[in-house]
């Protein structure tokens, strides 16, 4: 008896240093950061941790005009980079699905992009769009298509636009990716019998293809979101939340509040706003997640 019950406590003895680290580096911070939203914590100060203040933080984050600024393009940053990536990753999938011949080639350059960390493409565009030596204004003044430089990452809708591109070059081809492998574990034989029946090419891609590949947009704009959500690196490194803050995103004012202001207790308080509507977004990508597996399921 004695011998079996040591036997079942091994698996959870095998899992005990992985179970501590994980809360040593993942839960700790999380309740320390939890706790700190309801206090007056400034890293100046560190007795200030101490000092619960309540909802205030919350209260005055609400009061703020640079947060809900910073929330509205959040929201609208997500919205469109997701929703111009899939249609895009949409497009290359299909087009590659397509190619007979060095479709392994190609399905290895569609992922260049997402190979890069956001500071390299940061760095990479920041250069690029630099109106005194970057290459897409000379390129547009040779071109004669510009009579002067154009200052990308100076003008606030330039710049927004410019964050919004280098976003959507670097992580289109996740789409792609994901949405080539439902492409490859689709069925042929309904999209056979829509040809059979006189579908023309568009009806077989609304009515069999779309539906098919709606799990697989589904998981890729979830993970997408996710990923976006923390859009930090190429703002910072390229706009650094400039113009007069017309760029800053969630993220970056969190970041500017906390460790340049070093109000923690404030930063921690947005940090949980975010973290609510991350967690929004997957729950609605969830939902339609969980649709698309009935509606495949009631036409299968």
């Known amino acids: 008896m004695a011998s079996s019950r040591s036997g079942r406590a091994v698996p959870y003895l095998l899992l005990l240093p992985a179970g501590l680290t994980i809360a040593a580096v993942v839960l700790v911070p999380l309740l320390v950061s939890l706790y700190s939203s309801f206090t007056a914590y400034n890293m100046t100060r560190p007795a200030s941790l101490f000092r619960w203040i309540g909802w205030r933080n919350y209260e005055r984050l609400f009061e703020n005009p640079d ?20 249609v895009l990753g949409l497009g290359v999938a299909l087009l590659v699905s397509r190619v007979v011949r060095g479709q392994r080639l190609l399905r290895t350059i569609i992922m260049f992009p997402m190979m890069f960390s956001p500071v390299l493409v940061g760095f990479q565009f920041n250069f690029l769009l630099n109106d005194n030596v970057g290459l897409v204004d000379n390129v547009l003044l040779q071109l004669g298509v510009i009579s002067q430089p154009i200052p990308w990452l100076v003008n606030s809708g330039t710049a927004n636009l410019s964050i919004l591109i280098a976003e959507v070059w670097m992580s289109t081809s996740v789409f792609a990716i994901l949405l080539l492998a439902g492409l490859f574990a689709m069925p042929r034989d309904p999209i056979e019998a829509a040809r059979v029946d006189g579908c023309n090419a568009w009806q077989t891609f609304r009515y069999i293809t779309l539906p098919y590949l709606s799990p697989f947009i589904t998981i890729a704009m979830t993970i997408r979101s996710l990923d976006v959500g923390r859009a ?45 509507l991350s967690i929004s977004f997957t729950v609605y990508f969830y939902r339609r997640l969980i649709a698309a597996r009935q509606f495949l399921g009631e036409i299968a």
């Open 67 to 86: 947060f809900w600024w910073a929330l509205g393009r959040t929201v609208i940053f997500l919205t469109v980079a997701l929703n111009l990536e899939m």
């Open 232 to 276: 930090y690196d190429m703002v910072r490194i390229m706009t650094n939340g400039g113009p007069a803050g017309r760029t800053e995103l969630l993220w970056t004012l969190m970041a500017t509040v906390g460790f340049q202001n070093a109000q923690m207790g404030a930063a921690n308080a947005m940090a949980y706003v975010s973290i609510i």
